[in-house]
């Protein structure tokens, strides 16, 4: 039996004139870049706050763990500063990279983007609302890394503060990564390896003196937007931070952060029509 | 060895929830000037073929959708049926605009979806067959954020939370996350979320999979008030033959990726009037030394204990004789008569029948 077209159905049949005079109805309203994002933001923080608390004892625990183990191994000085701050970073990375690596892939893998696809949201609400989440999740955790760092190891305390723009910066390029990672990995499993890897990078290039590598390391060293968000944090514990050279480091890391956020939505819009 | 249970004569019982939908049924085609809602013209799609890989063997390609020609109108709850496979989700997903089709047009509302499926989500709410995004979410949480990213403001997404959530009598369930909710009241909880942010076509992609007659029967109120109150469009995806016989205005029946027939339920049922189904059910196994049984055999449909017949109503009347008597009745468990339903229908239509479900 072949196709039974509904136009010769009984019932069915509808002059096509008729239907070209009309005008197409209107739309519905689009969802706002801004109102969207936050009820994202929200969402995802209110997911995030379920599922995750674990996870950020296991990020801060790791961090604590790694700074002990490099008290015997660094005594003071600019090796110190780099575990202290890379240690702190790494909570970022280990929650907006390799945990939003692993969302995003599931997400994509079980058809759940499908709900974002045919809500008319742009695209940039849905990963900035998501890694906005992420990284907002990682306060807690950055700050006791960091607050047990510097006892740990006798740094200032002053100029903590610097964390507020550290960890929006650096959350924005290392979440960008791990949401773009995410949504681009053809299997999920790829997505979650790649989001470990990226979070072992993270680790390995962060946290170890930099002068200790060798030149390609130091070259990857480089290419890691979490690099220059470590530097700047590290740099605020010297006794007299040279500001100008802190702001050009946060500076490469809010560049890097909007390209990989904008890659990220890129991924996103190529993710979600299939 | 003695009759201990008579067999029970059963004329098609009806499915109790589809009942409420009678009542309020009106006529929206003409009152808005759009006659039809959604065309669809040749849609055709075609999953590629998968090499083989370590582990995962290969897929040969697989044409999903073949020349799909559907016109839905106005105010009416439009449903495709078929089997698993059949090719129905394939099918919504091109009309949402979530997939691109091969070949084939899909105009909704005068839009066309093909060439800008953005604007699909401006038009119509999608409840897919798997919703994972919210799964994290509290029942109102989903709702409610679902309907902001529809561009409602706080106060109106709240709003029709609340509305809806009390309409669906999930008012008590609201503050638990969906992941822990049973999978009707999963599936319920993720219908509510369509509904929040008002759209003129409904997609549901088997919504009530898994819902007790309590969850359905508020499904299909809250489909149908929408309807008699606003003109809503339902597509419904259904492989349940009962559920598309007492919901649907129309059915397109699906089966290897091609409309093998759409009509209305009755419409289609009139294709195979004249035919009764006779279902009988042995104690062990049928009695095929009664020379009536055997000679049966060969028209049955057997599968265990069971055996299927279509028959005209004089046949039928005398197989009902042959077996409510003698020797036959002894080995007989139960029996029943049934008028035309569209599962015989679809198997007239030369589908394979294995997968629709009947209940
Ligand atoms: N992503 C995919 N890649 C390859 N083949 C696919 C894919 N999705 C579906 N198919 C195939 O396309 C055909 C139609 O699938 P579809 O999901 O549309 O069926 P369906 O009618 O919705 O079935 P069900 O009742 O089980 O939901 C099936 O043979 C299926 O195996
Ligand atoms: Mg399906």
């Known amino acids: ?274 | 060895m003695c009759v201990h249970r008579a067999p029970r004569a059963m004329v098609r019982s009806w499915d109790p929830v589809g009942s409420c939908l009678v009542s309020t049924r009106t006529e929206h085609g003409s009152r808005h000037g759009r006659d039809v809602v959604c065309a669809v013209r040749g849609l055709t799609k075609t999953y590629p073929a998968v090499r083989a890989r370590r582990g995962v063997p290969a897929t040969p390609e697989v044409r999903a959708n073949d020349q799909v020609g559907l016109q839905v109108r106005r105010g009416e709850i439009f449903g495709l049926l078929g089997p698993n496979g059949a090719g129905k989700s394939t099918l919504v997903r091109q009309l949402t605009g979530l997939m691109r089709p091969d070949d084939g047009t899909v105009e909704i509302l005068g839009h066309d979806i093909v060439r800008h499926p953005e604007r699909a989500a401006r038009i119509l709410a999608y409840l897919g067959q798997e919703s994972t995004a919210l799964d994290d979410l509290t029942v109102s949480l989903a709702a409610e954020t679902t309907g902001r990213l529809r561009g409602l403001d706080v106060r109106q997404a709240r709003d029709e939370r609340d509305a809806v959530l009390e309409e669906l009598g999930l008012t008590d369930l609201a503050p638990r996350p969906i992941r822990k909710l049973s999978g009707g009241q999963r599936r319920l909880a993720c219908f509510a979320a369509a509904l929040v942010g008002e759209r003129p076509l409904l997609v549901l992609d088997e919504p009530t999979t898994g819902m007790d007659p309590v969850a359905r029967r508020a499904v299909w109120a809250a489909v149908d008030r929408r309807r008699a109150e606003r003109g809503t469009t339902v597509l419904l995806v259904t492989h349940n033959v009962i559920e598309a016989e007492t919901v649907l205005d129309r059915v397109a029946v699906l089966d290897k990726g091609r409309v093998i027939a759409c009509d209305t339920p009755a419409g289609l049922k009139e294709k195979v009037a004249g035919e009764v189904r006779v279902d009988l059910v042995w104690r062990e196994r049928a009695p095929l030394d009664v020379p009536e049984v055997a000679a049966l055999r060969s028209r049955a449909v057997e599968s265990g204990r069971r055996w299927t017949l279509r028959l005209a109503p004089e046949e039928a009347r005398a197989v009902v004789a042959t077996v409510t008597g003698g020797a036959a009745f002894v080995a007989l468990d139960d029996f029943t008569l049934a008028t035309p339903s569209l599962e015989d229908v679809y198997l007239a239509l030369g589908g394979n029948g294995q997968g629709l479900v009947k209940a």
């Open chain 1, 1 to 274: 039996m072949s196709v039974v077209p509904a136009e010769v159905l009984p019932g069915g049949a509808l002059a096509v004139e008729e239907r070209a005079e009309e005008a197409p109805a209107a739309l519905g309203p689009r969802a706002r870049l801004w109102p969207s994002l936050a009820a994202v933001y929200r969402a995802q923080l209110s997911r995030a706050r379920v599922a995750r608390i674990p996870l950020l004892f296991v990020a801060t625990f790791q961090s604590i763990g790694i700074m002990i183990l490099m008290r015997g191994v660094v005594d003071g000085g600019a090796a110190a500063r780099a575990v202290v701050a890379g240690s702190s970073v790494l909570v970022v990375a280990f929650v907006a990279l390799n945990l939003l690596a692993q969302y995003f892939g599931q997400l994509r893998a079980s058809g759940g983007l499908d709900h974002y696809a045919t809500l008319p949201v742009p695209p940039a609400a849905v990963v900035l609302g998501a890694a906005g989440a992420y990284a907002s999740f990682t306060v807690p955790g950055t700050v006791v890394v960091a607050v047990f760092g510097c006892v740990l190891f006798g740094l200032p305390l002053a100029h903590l503060w610097v964390l507020v723009a550290v960890i929006p910066l650096a959350g924005a390029a290392l979440a960008g990564l791990g949401a773009a990672l995410g949504l681009l990995a053809p299997r999920p499993e790829l997505a979650t390896l790649l989001g470990q890897l990226g979070m072992s990078a993270a680790l390995l290039l962060g946290v170890l003196p930099e002068d200790r590598m060798p030149g390609v390391v130091q070259f990857a060293r480089d290419l890691l937007p979490s690099t220059y968000g470590v530097e700047a944090f590290a740099r605020t514990f010297g006794g007299d931070p040279d500001w100008a050279v802190v702001l050009g480091d946060l500076a490469v890391c809010a560049g890097v952060g909007v390209a990989s956020l904008a890659v990220a939505t890129w991924a996103y819009r190529r993710a979600a029509v299939r």
